[in-house]
């Protein structure tokens, strides 16, 4: 089975939760890592490469075989060959107000070990990443009725007989996850920045298991990140958003 479901992004969109989520129904492909990036970042590495990131599944099971990388939708060149690959398949994009994903957005470069300086020379960069409309609009010029467009609202509600139903899937196994990418404020830089690293060095050695291990481990965020109760809004980036958005976005 080719791919057939491309979740073509935006990231901070409850992806990590539908994907952890349709991982376990035993009735989805999944790839041994959440975003291949195959089609954008690692095409040269060739079809044989990407076919082996899915564990086998008996067609006669499978009622689908997803992507979850969540730049596809900034990169022609990615759409392009994905439209090459599989003329029939669905390009998801999840739309999310445009205010509340791009904070989100800066958040995760925080997160990463980004100074505040490097996030609001990416700014504008952001703002238009986070400008759902707008790239729906492009993409239903490129895939028409193939694309799907699936209301962030549905994400937060968990309501997964709804997102199903969108995109064309049998009534699949209802399974709960508590899996959530949340927003999170790095304890120090140095931590945020090295955890990064070896994040990259992980994935360039295709030590997937383990890197899922790693960032599925709410002790190793504890650790590394200030979350949940202990979350604070920095005053900076909340400023950055008003500066964009207006004081009530």
Excluded at 145 to 162: D, G, T
Excluded at 176 to 196: D, T, W
């Amino acid at each position: 089975m080719k791919t057939n479901l491309f979740f073509v992004g935006p990231g901070r969109s409850g992806t990590s939760w539908l994907f952890d989520v349709m991982a376990q129904t035993q009735r989805v492909q999944v790839p041994r890592i959440k975003e291949p990036a195959f089609f954008d970042t690692h095409y040269d590495k060739g079809l044989a490469w990407y076919d082996h990131l899915y564990a086998p599944l008996a067609d006669a099971v499978a009622c689908a075989r997803v992507d979850f990388s969540n730049l596809y939708y900034l990169d022609p060149q990615a759409l392009e060959r994905i439209a090459a690959y599989n003329p029939q398949a669905k390009i998801v994009i999840i739309e999310r107000n445009h205010a509340d994903l791009f904070r989100s957005m800066l958040y995760f470069e925080l997160r990463k070990g980004r100074d505040l300086a490097e996030i609001r020379a990416l700014a504008d960069r952001k703002y238009h990443a986070s400008d759902c409309s707008l790239h729906i609009d492009r993409l239903r010029e490129y895939f028409a009725e193939r694309l799907v467009v699936i209301p962030f609202e549905l994400i937060e509600q968990k309501n997964l007989h709804q997102i199903y139903d969108l995109l064309g899937l049998p009534d699949l196994p209802v399974v709960s996850s508590n899996f959530i990418n949340a927003k999170m404020v790095p304890r120090a830089r140095v931590l945020a920045r090295l955890s990064k690293l070896l994040a990259l060095w992980l994935r360039e050695h295709e030590w997937f298991g383990l890197l899922q291990q790693l960032k599925r481990s709410q002790r190793l965020r504890s650790i590394l990140f200030r979350q949940g109760a202990a979350f604070q809004p920095v005053p900076e980036i909340e400023a950055l958003v008003d500066q964009y958005f207006g004081s009530k976005p």
